[in-house]
């Protein structure tokens, strides 16, 4: 349905308040589109209303904060919604081992259990008018599993098959599912994590106790220009294709990272892949 001018289609963006979520409502509304940008505090709403952007409530851990966010939007839309960005997550260090029940549900609620809820609400809008776009911002290490960083690595790799599955379902449908798989990029993931990090790690009861030490000095340093870092305009572009393309890819690489290990997960056994994996995240702390 790209027959629709920019100004007729709107979009939800979720996880607005920084970095790419910020940078892509930005973006389309400038470009001419509708952008409802949701976030998590009421206080970071006015950061996006005195740009002239339309910004909702939506927390992800909420179901009726989704609900009510989406109910305003319709409302607003005429009830109709041309695509959704699911850009809001954080990352959770931490050793496997160090992480508890509790924390991992933390991490699922919103990387997963919340994304998964609001995109099965906006698919019953778009079945009804049969078309739209489903992004889903999901991360190299959902199909690349770093160490130290289990619960963020399993609640990507869980929105991938679910995004899979959805893709193929949704067939014959009029409605495009893609995912966008970033390696770094420049934003406050790096500062979250610190703050998620000291939350909910032990360091003093951990058998890894020297290696979070070495984690922390880099996570407080919050220092996202690495060699591999782009800007946050490098997902805005993979996003404009998925939404304006004719026919939209399933999956959109961004950095040199994700193609990095996206060839050598298909070349390699798993056994050396660990082994590049495993020198790749020692390196961060050097």
Do not use: W
């Amino acid at each position: 349905m790209n027959r629709l001018k920019s100004d007729e289609k709107s979009i939800l963006i979720t996880g607005c308040s920084s970095g790419i979520g910020l940078a892509a409502a930005q973006a389309l509304h400038q470009r001419g589109y509708k952008v409802f940008a949701s976030v998590r505090k009421e206080k970071d709403i006015p950061l996006l209303e005195n740009s002239g952007i339309r910004c909702l409530q939506l927390d992800l851990d909420d179901s009726e904060s989704i609900k009510q966010a989406l109910k305003q939007l319709l409302q607003e839309s005429g009830g109709t919604l041309y695509a959704l960005f699911s850009n809001g997550a954080y990352g959770q260090p931490g050793a496997v081992e160090d992480i508890s029940r509790n924390t991992l549900r933390k991490q699922f609620e919103t990387n997963l259990f919340g994304t998964h809820e609001l995109t099965c609400r906006v698919v019953k809008i778009m079945r009804r008018q049969g078309y739209g776009r489903i992004i889903q911002n999901s991360s190299v290490l959902g199909f690349a599993s770093f160490p130290f960083r289990g619960a963020y690595n399993a609640s990507k790799h869980a929105l991938e098959g679910l995004t899979d599955t959805l893709r193929m379902e949704l067939k014959g449908s009029g409605i495009q599912v893609s995912l966008i798989e970033p390696g770094p990029i420049q934003s406050q993931f790096r500062k979250n994590a610190h703050a998620a990090f000291k939350e909910n790690i032990v360091v003093e009861q951990s058998y890894f106790k020297a290696y979070y030490l070495a984690v922390e000095r880099r996570l407080a340093r919050h220092d996202d220009k690495g060699m591999f870092t782009l800007s946050e305009e490098a997902v805005v572009k993979k996003l404009l294709h998925a939404l304006e393309s004719k026919r939209a890819k399933p999956r959109y690489y961004v950095t040199f990272p994700t193609y990095l290990f996206g060839y050598l997960k298909r070349l390699l056994s798993t056994r050396f892949l660990d082994r590049i994996l495993l020198a790749a995240s020692k390196s961060e702390n050097s």
